[in-house]
């Protein structure tokens, strides 16, 4: 059994799991929201954050099990961060926990995993699978369950607010968004053919949710463009505290939320996409998964 801890710019993530017959068993999962980058850097107690969330964590687990591993990695904040070292020690001296970076493409790679081991996604076909986090955005073209190729974009959902939004949505600010992301998308990402489009990160999980206190017909888990352009005209007169007391989300997450929208409305429009698949399998999940490849 393996406690996976996923330290991302705007949550720290768990899962305490294991893979069995080809399926993860879940036994804990929890998310808790501890915004670790400021943007341009970390958060001078960025270290106290992920310390007090890893020793919850195992606490938690401990509870459940006495018997398991830990396995914590990070992605976009501490891997662009000058002082992760710093921070990195200093974890390790609170929890005894070692914290290894990802690389983007490691990163990319691992949420693949995890997003098709979801008995919604089909692992058997050509897909685009793609995570959006809060410093980046990770895209995996797979077939069969298995990577062709991915790439890791810096397009993440705080890293976009705090630089084009900083002082409120507004039209300007999205445009720049959306034309920035199509550069990057220019740039390394091609335009294969393939059967579906999946989608997982914090900021999709929230338009899951606002789709879910709406009135549409198709699907939960079925994200359409439109509907995607629908809530964002919604969300863009109000405040980060009006979004989070009429959808139901925190305060921390709508902030971003606006950004994260054009962020998947540009990669839709790039590969030339009406909807997509969502999964709250990534990260963690392929962490467990890859248990089983070892």
Excluded: W
Excluded at 13 to 41: A, D, H, P, T
């Amino acid at each position: 059994m393996k406690l996976a801890v996923d330290i991302g710019s705007n949550t720290i993530k768990c899962l305490l799991g294991e893979f069995r017959n080809g399926n993860v068993e879940v036994f804990y999962e929890k998310s808790l929201e501890s915004r670790i980058s400021s943007g341009n850097g970390l958060v001078e107690n960025a270290a106290d954050l992920i310390s007090e969330a890893m020793l919850y964590f195992i606490e938690q687990s401990s509870a459940i099990s006495a018997d398991f591993s830990v396995e914590a990695v990070a992605t976009s904040a501490l891997r662009d961060a000058p002082n992760s070292a710093e921070i990195c020690k200093k974890v390790f001296a609170k929890t005894s926990v070692k914290i290894k970076i990802l690389t983007g493409i490691e990163e990319a790679e691992l949420s693949y995993r995890g997003a098709m081991s979801d008995l919604a996604v089909d692992a058997n076909s050509s897909n685009i699978f793609f995570d959006l986090g809060g410093g980046s955005m990770e895209v995996v073209r797979g077939n069969g369950g298995k990577v062709i190729s991915s790439e890791s974009f810096p397009i993440g959902a705080v890293r976009m607010t705090k630089r084009f939004l900083s002082c409120g949505v507004n039209g300007k600010g999205l445009s720049e968004i959306k034309n920035l992301a199509l550069a990057e998308f220019e740039k390394k990402l091609e335009v294969p053919n393939f059967e579906s489009l999946v989608g997982a990160g914090g900021a999709v999980a929230a338009a899951r949710i606002m789709k879910r206190s709406m009135d549409f017909s198709t699907p939960e888990n079925i994200l359409s463009a439109s509907e995607f352009k629908y809530m964002l005209g919604l969300i863009s007169g109000l405040s980060a505290g009006g979004i989070a007391s009429k959808f139901g989300i925190s305060e921390n997450r709508a902030e971003i939320i606006p950004a994260a929208f054009v962020c998947v409305l540009a990669l839709m429009e790039f590969l030339g996409r009406d909807s997509l698949i969502h999964t709250f399998r990534n990260l963690r999940y392929g962490l467990i998964v890859s248990d089983s490849r070892v």
